[in-house]
C-alpha cells in the first residue's frame, strides 16, 4: 500500500525559505521507474507542477521556478525535500508530493499542506 | 510551456447524463495526457492516464480519448459521487502542465 504525507510549516514570512518534507512508504525511490513530485495548488486555482525526482537521481524542475527550488532525496528514510526560497504571498497554496511511475503521472497523492506566506 | 485549455469551465449536469469534458493541447503531447478527478479538501485522484488507459480501481464509467492536440474524457452515467472537479494534465514534456480545471455540479 503506497501512501505519502507531507510536513512542514503553515505559516513562512515573506523572503523566507520554505522546507517541506514528504515522507512515504509502500515503494522504493532507488526502484526502478519510480518518481516523487511535487504540485501546489493556491486556494480556489489550478494545479501547478514543480518538479519531480526519479530512482535515478534526476531532477525535472519547472523553469518558472528553477532558481528558487531544491530537491532533497533520502533513500533510507524515505523522505523527499523540497525547498523554496524566497517565499512570497502568492507562493500560498496547498503543496502535494504524489508518487509517479516515471511517465510524468502521478497515481498516488499525500494528503497535502496548506502553506501560508504572510507578515 | 504547453498550454492546456479545459472545456467547460463549469458543467451543470444530473444524476444519469452522458458528460464530456474536452482538453486541447497548444501543441501536440502524442497521448501523454492524463485526467484527474478533485473532490473539495482532498487531493487529486488519477483516473485516465496515456490518454485512454483507466486507472485500477476506477469505475468503467470514465473513459479517455483522444491524441495529438484534443482529448476527451466522458462519463457515461453521472453518478452522486462524480460531482467534483477534473483536470487534464498533459506528461509530454517539462514542465508538466495541468488545465484549468471543469466544476461539474448538480
Known amino acids: 500500500q503506497i501512501t505519502l504525507k507531507e510536513s512542514g510549516p503553515t505559516l513562512v514570512k515573506p523572503t523566507q525559505t520554505l522546507t517541506l518534507t514528504c515522507t512515504f512508504s509502500g515503494f522504493s525511490l532507488s526502484t526502478s521507474g519510480v518518481g516523487v513530485g511535487w504540485i501546489r495548488q493556491p486556494p480556489g486555482k489550478a494545479l501547478e507542477w514543480l518538479t519531480l525526482v526519479y530512482w535515478t537521481d534526476d531532477e525535472r524542475y519547472s523553469p518558472s521556478l528553477k532558481s528558487r527550488l531544491t530537491l532533497t532525496k533520502d533513500t533510507s528514510k524515505n523522505q523527499v525535500v523540497l525547498t523554496m526560497t524566497d517565499m512570497d504571498p502568492v507562493d500560498t497554496a496547498t503543496y502535494y508530493c504524489?508518487?509517479?511511475?516515471?511517465?510524468?503521472?502521478?497515481?498516488?497523492w499525500g494528503q497535502g499542506t496548506l502553506v501560508t506566506v504572510s507578515s | 510551456d504547453i498550454q492546456m485549455t479545459q472545456s467547460p469551465f463549469f458543467l451543470s449536469a444530473s444524476v444519469g447524463d452522458r458528460v464530456t469534458i474536452t482538453c486541447r493541447a497548444s501543441q501536440n503531447i502524442d497521448d501523454y495526457l492524463n485526467w484527474y478527478q478533485q473532490k473539495p479538501g482532498k487531493a487529486p485522484k488519477l483516473l485516465i492516464y496515456g490518454a485512454s488507459s483507466l486507472q485500477s480501481g476506477v469505475p468503467s464509467r470514465f473513459s479517455g480519448s483522444g491524441s495529438g492536440t484534443k482529448f476527451t474524457l466522458t462519463i457515461s452515467s453521472l453518478q452522486p459521487e462524480d460531482f467534483a472537479t477534473y483536470w487534464c494534465q498533459q506528461s509530454y514534456t517539462i514542465p508538466f502542465t495541468f488545465g484549468g480545471g471543469t466544476k461539474v455540479e448538480i
Open positions: 504524489a508518487h509517479s511511475l516515471g511517465t510524468g503521472n502521478f497515481d498516488y
